[in-house]
């Protein structure tokens, strides 16, 4: 298979699991990833105490403001930890305003909050009690080279590092083919150009609740001693949420290892900076199902479709039973993908649907696994 200018293309479908390393609050924190958020407090009584319980509970609204910013969901209960130590995550803060009422003590601060270590521990909290893993599709390009020959193996290399991780944590992947029948290399393509409405539109077809796309790059550096030269590996990666279409996480690592043999080095540069990124895109992969986990939806592929009054009769059982709006994401020549809101009981699905009567054929449900639905059309005369 040949791809457009020399990229070449991989991809994973996969619940992914989370590792968080705890970090220093404070220790070389670069400020200008520091989230500034204004905020008010209250506390009963006067005095310093007062002014000191009415300052904390305003960092605590100042962390809940920052969690609302990457978590959209109303009940923050599962994170009640994380706002009641809300001073561990504001770097600074200045007071701004103090005033006595008649119920206590009134104060409004601004706070520079680390967004970055509330996101880590929100997502490490936020794992625990997830019922799934999300179900991530990855998609990437490499480019070995930038002015050289191509050095790789014959398969993508930065996708290979991914699927390594992937499978020590018994992920399943989608199958190649299976994209293929959907969308050519040239589709695939430009949706890795920038549009991020194909790409949303590619994981919804596919199932995703998180679309991880992006590409890699090696170039060959300055020469570090004799016959020795660095070899930079770059990741450029973003994390959409396929629901919305809202891209969620910007990624960009980049590893140098210096080697005589610019194919070993380049090799090592890419999966050191593969680890990093993998490491970042988890962060938002969690957060990013905790809304989807929340949404309640599924994906149904309807297979052996000859006729759209078929497809009309499977989608008009499929709301019935769901009392939801049905989506068609994709109509292929002899199949269907239907997105479907829906957070009930899947065995009550499948059995309103399979034991409805249609004109002419049949519903068999072929295969179920989680929130994700194969139906299979057989027809009277056959």
Same mark, same amino acid.
């Given at each position: 298979?040949?791809?457009?200018?020399?990229?070449?293309?991989?991809?994973?479908?996969?619940?992914?699991?989370?590792?968080?390393?705890?970090?220093?609050?404070?220790?070389?924190? %670069?400020?200008?990833?520091?989230?500034?958020?204004?905020?008010?407090?209250?506390?009963?009584?006067?005095?310093?105490?007062?002014?000191?319980? $009415?300052?904390?509970?305003?960092?605590?609204?100042?962390?809940?403001?920052?969690?609302?910013?990457?978590?959209?969901?109303?009940?923050?209960?599962?994170?009640?930890?994380?706002? %009641?130590?809300?001073? $561990?995550?504001?770097?600074?803060?200045?007071?701004?305003?103090?005033?006595?009422?008649?119920?206590?003590?009134?104060?409004?601060?601004?706070?520079?909050?680390?967004?970055?270590?509330?996101?880590?521990? $929100?997502?490490?909290?936020?794992?625990?009690?997830?019922?799934?893993?999300?179900?991530?599709?990855?998609?990437?390009? %490499?480019?070995?080279?930038?002015?050289?020959?191509?050095?790789?193996?014959?398969?993508?290399e930065s996708m290979r590092h991914f699927r390594e991780f992937l499978k020590a944590n018994d992920v399943p992947e989608v199958d190649w083919s299976e994209l293929e029948a959907f969308h050519d290399t040239g589709e695939l393509y430009a949706f890795l150009q920038g549009d991020a409405e194909g790409m949303t539109r590619?994981?919804?077809?596919?199932?995703?609740?998180?679309?991880?796309?992006?590409?890699?790059?090696?170039?060959?550096?300055?020469?570090?001693?004799?016959?020795?030269?660095?070899?930079?590996?770059?990741?450029?990666?973003?994390?959409?949420?396929?629901?919305?279409?809202?891209?969620?996480?910007?990624?960009?690592?980049?590893?140098?290892?210096?080697?005589?043999?610019?194919?070993?080095?380049?090799?090592?540069?890419?999966?050191? $900076?593969?680890?990093?990124?993998?490491?970042?895109?988890?962060?938002?992969?969690?957060?990013?199902?905790?809304?989807?986990?929340?949404?309640?939806?599924?994906?149904?592929?309807?297979?052996?479709?000859?006729?759209?009054?078929?497809?009309?009769?499977?989608?008009?059982?499929?709301?019935?039973?769901?009392?939801?709006?049905?989506?068609?994401?994709?109509?292929?020549?002899?199949?269907?993908?239907?997105?479907?809101?829906?957070?009930?009981?899947?065995?009550?699905?499948?059995?309103?649907?399979?034991?409805?009567?249609?004109?002419?054929?049949?519903?068999?449900?072929?295969?179920?696994?989680?929130?994700?639905?194969?139906?299979?059309?057989?027809?009277?005369?056959?």
């Amino acid at each position: 298979m040949s791809w457009p200018n020399g990229a070449r293309f991989t991809c994973a479908l996969a619940a992914v699991f989370l590792v968080c390393l705890p970090l220093s609050l404070a220790a070389g924190l %670069d400020e200008d990833k520091l989230t500034a958020v204004s905020a008010e407090g209250n506390a009963p009584g006067a005095g310093a105490d007062a002014r000191t319980m $009415a300052v904390d509970d305003a960092q605590r609204e100042a962390v809940l403001k920052v969690l609302q910013e990457f978590i959209p969901t109303r009940d923050f209960s599962l994170l009640r930890q994380i706002i %009641d130590s809300a001073p $561990a995550y504001v770097y600074s803060f200045r007071l701004q305003e103090e005033r006595q009422e008649d119920d206590g003590t009134w104060v409004s601060i601004e706070a520079k909050v680390n967004e970055e270590q509330l996101r880590r521990d $929100a997502a490490e909290i936020i794992l625990q009690d997830l019922h799934e893993f999300p179900t991530t599709l990855v998609l990437t390009a %490499d480019y070995p080279f930038d002015d050289g020959p191509f050095l790789g193996e014959p398969w993508n290399e930065s996708m290979r590092h991914f699927r390594e991780f992937l499978k020590a944590n018994d992920v399943p992947e989608v199958d190649w083919s299976e994209l293929e029948a959907f969308h050519d290399t040239g589709e695939l393509y430009a949706f890795l150009q920038g549009d991020a409405e194909g790409m949303t539109r590619l994981g919804r077809t596919h199932g995703a609740e998180v679309v991880l796309y992006g590409e890699t790059r090696q170039r060959i550096g300055e020469s570090v001693g004799a016959n020795v030269v660095a070899v930079h590996a770059t990741v450029d990666m973003r994390v959409l949420r396929a629901a919305g279409g809202e891209i969620i996480e910007t990624i960009e690592t980049e590893a140098i290892v210096h080697g005589a043999h610019p194919r070993q080095a380049g090799a090592q540069a890419l999966e050191d $900076a593969c680890a990093k990124a993998t490491r970042e895109a988890l962060i938002a992969l969690v957060l990013a199902a905790f809304e989807t986990d929340a949404n309640g939806a599924i994906r149904v592929t309807l297979e052996d479709v000859e006729h759209e009054e078929e497809l009309r009769q499977v989608l008009e059982a499929l709301e019935w039973a769901s009392r939801a709006e049905a989506e068609v994401l994709y109509r292929g020549a002899s199949h269907a993908r239907i997105h479907l809101p829906f957070s009930g009981s899947m065995a009550y699905l499948t059995d309103s649907v399979s034991g409805r009567s249609y004109d002419g054929f049949r519903i068999r449900a072929r295969h179920i696994v989680g929130r994700v639905m194969t139906l299979q059309i057989l027809r009277d005369d056959r």
